[in-house]
């Protein structure tokens, strides 16, 4: 049966007679025929594609504030308000989470925790947005001020994961604490997507990070960096809303 009715569509494709090739021709009207619509169906219509796009987020932002948000506040130890999530976050090892108001965490964000310290850190400040697949990886203090963003698929860690002495790895030891040096990506900063932020980095206040970049030393306030190491091609001034640009 299968195979008739593959020979059959093959047939038409190919439209091998005058019958096959009619039929072909109606296929393709149909494929491209469309419904009238009349001018006083419109309203109908446009409510009905705006209820579809609406209806989903509405779903979305009922999982996060029932569902969501409160399993991943349970694991933080301190929250602000107006928490939005679209995914669980997922934490691995120890770690103290401190929130401010309006964090927005778009998507996966994975938290892996070292063991040199006891307590690592990781601060999001008011406003803060964490994109889709970020990582952070911290032994001792990964922090983002007020309104700082790290774009999709960016890394940012505080060490370099394994000792940098070979025998040191093969014995399973942790990193070293000399070795570790917290992160700070100050306000309204902004790290383009796929970025890598390595350990003892600052990114200074309203700096922007290029895509794909990787940046390994500080970055100064009010520039523009990217490429691998990155590095600052322009500079600007500070916005004029800031009220500390005076």
């Given at each position: ?44 219509w446009?409510a ?7 209806a ?12 969501r ?36 965490i778009s ?52 060490n ?17 604490q000399?070795?570790?040096?917290p ?19 600052t ?21 523009i ?14 916005p ?6 005076g």
């Amino acid at each position: 049966m299968a195979g008739g009715l593959s020979g059959f569509i093959l047939k038409v494709r190919k439209a091998e007679t005058p019958f096959f090739a009619r039929l072909k021709r109606l296929v393709l009207a149909a494929a491209v025929s469309e419904m009238p619509v009349p001018g006083f169906t419109r309203p109908l219509w446009s409510a009905l594609y705006h209820g579809r796009m609406l209806a989903p987020e509405l779903w979305r932002r009922l999982l996060s504030v029932a569902y969501r948000s409160p399993m991943f506040r349970s694991q933080c130890a301190r929250v602000g308000s107006r928490l939005y999530l679209e995914q669980i976050p997922r934490i691995s090892g120890r770690v103290k989470l401190l929130l401010g108001d309006d964090v927005n965490i778009s998507g996966h964000f994975n938290v892996r925790a070292g063991r040199t310290f006891d307590d690592p850190e990781i601060i999001l400040g008011n406003k803060v947005f964490i994109g889709h697949q970020v990582v952070m990886q911290v032994a001792r203090r990964i922090e983002m001020e007020e309104g700082a963003a790290l774009a999709g698929g960016c890394y940012v860690t505080d060490n370099d994961a394994h000792p940098l002495d070979a025998a040191a790895r093969l014995r399973g030891e942790t990193v070293a604490q000399g070795d570790v040096l917290p992160v700070k990506i100050c306000r309204h900063a902004w790290v383009g997507r796929g970025s890598f932020i390595m350990k003892g980095v600052t990114i200074g206040e309203f700096a922007i990070v290029g895509v794909g970049s990787v940046v390994v030393s500080d970055i100064p306030p009010y520039s523009i960096a990217m490429g691998n190491p990155a590095r600052v091609v322009k500079k600007m001034g500070p916005p004029v809303h800031d009220d500390r640009s005076g």
